[in-house]
């Protein structure tokens, strides 16, 4: 007789190859990153267990769409509170830590022998491109593999200067719009990123955005307007793929960086710290034979976007050293697929000053329970997550055993990455 949880893996595993003879082959991929946006920042709820999870603020009717149309990862985490090591993740499947890229400051750049989700994707044939923030080094994304880009930019966008949205954001919808109409007319898949760049302020947005928030709201929110700038150019992106016929051979990814600064209620804190309003955001993706209205609510990572687009593209084989794992499940059949990683535990490696009052830090996940290391204190912090998204309560006094548990693990990661003790 077969036992209940073999029945339910054997389910789970047929489930998964009826899906994948669904898939398109060769899709596209169009990838959205916002930059610092709060878990609780779209108007579509990201949890459906947690109403505050949607914001009364922001509207973003194109970021909604694609939830409604697609699966919404509720636990999903950024690799990293600032750009660069997130960035990198996201582009790589490697944890910062194991790629020494933890900091913003770009002394050290993603090594050219990494290989990126665009080279894995242009040697399976597809056209490459990203268009925005590049921001994880100093040389020119075509060395990354991508065919078209905007240079090696920063903050400061194609002109490196203090607010390059709105002329930015908008600018790079129409390139992106561009390439995707070469790529079809020439027969061949696309893989897109588009990669937002920073401004909460009346120089960095549009001023009929703006007084149309001040107009709904009373007020003139920046971060509103800048919100809806965005989410207006990414509808221009989703209606370019109506328009050329793609709309259903196409994956739209929507992710960001790392947290908003300022506040990302119900989370705790932000950008530039290791609380969960620095590290976990949103996560939407929408495209052939995802289950829509579904949500996720294990936890997800940066890390497992490279391998679920090279699983959906047939593309590999994948380099050595990947942390993440492949979501093509989850997309499929919600949490009835549990995501397969060498690694359960998730370590964010942060060793630098930063927003944090805290100081240099690491975090690690598993299950559950959250560690935070201090570095100037060597205190431990311990959290559940599942009773406590906003870190109010710390249970290390009365949970010793976890924190050893947890703190044992950090040690062991960090050292196999070559950090040992936490240093930079």
């Known amino acids: 007789m077969i036992s209940l949880a073999k029945s339910i893996f054997l389910t ?16 596209n991929f169009l990838f959205l990153i916002g930059e610092g ?7 579509a709820q990201m949890d459906d267990r947690v109403p505050e999870s949607a914001s009364a603020t922001f509207q973003t009717p194109n970021l909604d769409s694609i939830a409604l149309e697609g699966v919404r990862f509720s636990n999903f985490y950024a690799a990293g509170p600032r750009c660069t090591a997130s960035r990198v993740a996201l582009y790589t499947g490697k944890n910062p830590a194991m790629l020494h890229l933890t900091s913003t400051i770009l002394s050290t750049n993603l090594q050219i022998s990494e290989t990126t989700i665009a080279e894995l994707l242009k040697e399976s044939g597809y056209a490459t491109a990203h268009f925005g923030k590049w921001h994880i080094s100093s040389e020119h ?3 990354y593999g991508y065919d078209e880009s905007d240079g090696p930019t920063t903050n400061g966008g194609r002109s490196n200067v203090r607010n390059p949205n709105p002329e930015e954001a908008y600018g790079m919808a129409e390139r992106g719009m561009d390439f995707m109409e070469r790529s079809v007319a020439e027969g061949k898949p696309f893989y897109l990123q588009i990669a937002q760049y920073g401004g909460n302020n009346v120089e960095s947005v549009l001023p009929a955005t703006l007084a149309a928030v001040e107009s709904r709201l009373g007020t ?23 328009e050329l016929g793609v709309a259903e051979d196409t994956y739209v990814i929507y992710t960001t960086d790392h947290g908003a600064g300022g506040n990302n209620s119900p989370l705790s804190g932000g950008k530039g710290m290791l609380s969960e309003g620095g590290l976990r955001v949103p996560m939407l993706i929408r495209g052939p034979a995802v289950a829509a209205g579904t949500f996720v609510h294990q936890r997800t990572r940066g890390v497992d976007i490279f391998p679920t687009i090279a699983e959906l593209a047939g593309a590999g084989p994948l380099p050595r050293g990947l942390e993440g794992g492949s ?4 997309m499929m059949n919600g949490d009835t697929v549990t995501v397969m990683r060498d690694r359960l535990e998730y370590v964010v490696h942060y060793p630098h000053y930063d927003n944090d009052p805290a100081g240099p830090s690491s975090a690690i996940y598993l ?3 959250k560690l935070r290391r201090i570095y100037e204190t060597g205190e431990r912090q311990l959290y559940n997550l599942a009773d406590d998204m906003a870190e109010q309560n710390n249970l290390a006094n009365s949970k010793p055993d976890k924190v050893l548990e947890l703190d044992e693990k950090l040690t062991e990661y960090l050292r196999s990455v070559d950090r040992p003790g936490g240093g930079q």
């Open 12 to 27: 789970a595993v047929v489930a998964v190859a009826m899906s994948s003879t669904l898939v398109t082959a060769q899709p």
């Open 367 to 369: 299950g559950d329970y």
């Open 141 to 143: 994304p075509s060395r």
């Open 327 to 330: 979501l093509v499940g989850t």
């Open 220 to 242: 003139a929110d920046t971060r509103a307007a800048a919100a809806e700038d965005a989410d207006i150019t990414f509808g221009m992106l989703i209606d370019k793929l109506d």
């Open 37 to 43: 946006q709060s878990w609780s920042s779209l108007s």
